[in-house]
């Protein structure tokens, strides 16, 4: 394989692995990389599973470029194509770093919120109330599903919420 | 049937948000007995706060958040990746029920909530924005 054609393998393997969605579009680029080069397309494919291995396992195991490089050429691959690899690896590895971040368990993340706030005008009780509230609706993710959470809140409460979270935001900011 | 009207009374003076003696003292009849008429409207009067405030607390409403327990955790490991320090947090709220709908027995659930860091800082973002808000509708 020329160095060219390595440079756009690599290429579409890093795209492939900063939008891992794009399952489709990555095999589509496979089979186009196939027959511009006169390549059958099942021992490349088998040849990308390899390769994606290696990026997959430096990422578990937060390895630098180097040794990157050094995996590559241990693989049997040139020093130029080694050293090309670990380039774009440096480049793309915070992106792929957050990816993973991002992958990890969550336990009943918070999507979304919304909120209104209003004033009680009157009740069956009392005929003149005049109180505000505060309703918030939290969007959750349980599994897969989403859940809708509706919370009334009052003034003071909301107050104590706001400073909790301040509070939370801080102890954050320090770790990290 | 003295009982029943005493309540009737009693949640008149409620609703209306009557607060002042003479208002109480026109609601009985040309002949209602002098003293009795006025130690009931001392008793009345002296209640009436609390009453209001009790029937405040049980409107129906949405569920309401009747406690807040927060923790922060660091993830250092996972499947994806062998070594990290994230640090993220735990929220739980604990929520009550429509009073009105539970009668004696409020049920209170735990919602435990993860946040990451991005999503604190756009909730903050969010609360903030409400607390200008309120304090606009407040300086109206």
């Given at each position: 394989v020329s160095s060219q054609q390595f440079s756009a393998l690599t290429e579409v393997l890093f795209r492939f692995l900063t939008e891992p969605k794009e399952v489709e579009r990555f095999l589509a680029q496979l089979a186009d990389f196939a027959t511009m080069n006169k390549i059958s397309l099942g021992p490349l494919k088998n040849i990308v599973k390899s390769i994606l291995l290696v990026p997959n396992g430096a990422l578990k195991r937060n390895l630098s470029s180097e040794q990157v490089k050094a995996d590559f050429i241990a693989l049997g691959l040139s020093e130029e194509k080694a050293s090309y690899f670990a380039e774009q690896w440096k480049v793309n590895s915070p992106t792929l770093t957050r990816l993973a971040v991002g992958q990890t368990l969550m336990i009943n993340q918070l999507i979304d919120m919304e909120w209104k706030f209003g004033v009680t005008a009157g009740s069956s009780e009392l005929e003149k109330v005049g109180s505000i509230f505060l309703q918030l609706k939290l969007v959750i993710k349980k599994g897969s599903q989403l859940e809708n959470v509706y919370v009334e809140l009052t003034l003071p409460q909301f107050y104590s919420f706001l400073h909790e979270m301040e509070r939370v935001k801080t102890s954050l900011e320090s770790f990290s | 049937q003295l009982v029943s009207a005493l309540h009737n009374l009693t949640r008149h003076v409620v609703y209306c948000g009557l607060t002042r003696a003479e208002d109480v003292l026109s609601l009985?009849?040309?002949?209602?007995h002098q003293n009795l008429k006025n130690l009931l409207t001392k008793i009345i009067l002296e209640n009436v706060s609390t009453w209001r405030n009790e029937a405040q607390a049980s409107q129906i409403s949405l569920p309401r958040l009747v406690d807040m327990d927060w923790r922060v955790d660091i993830k250092t490991s996972s499947d994806s990746i062998i070594r990290m320090a994230v640090p993220t947090c735990l929220l739980q709220l604990k929520i009550q029920e429509d009073a009105a709908l539970c009668g004696n027995n409020p049920v209170v659930s735990a919602l435990t909530v993860e946040l990451s860091k991005e999503t604190l800082d756009t909730m903050l973002e969010g609360l903030g924005r409400i607390r200008d808000q309120l304090s606009a509708v407040a300086n109206k």
């Open positions: - | 009985f009849p040309e002949n209602f």
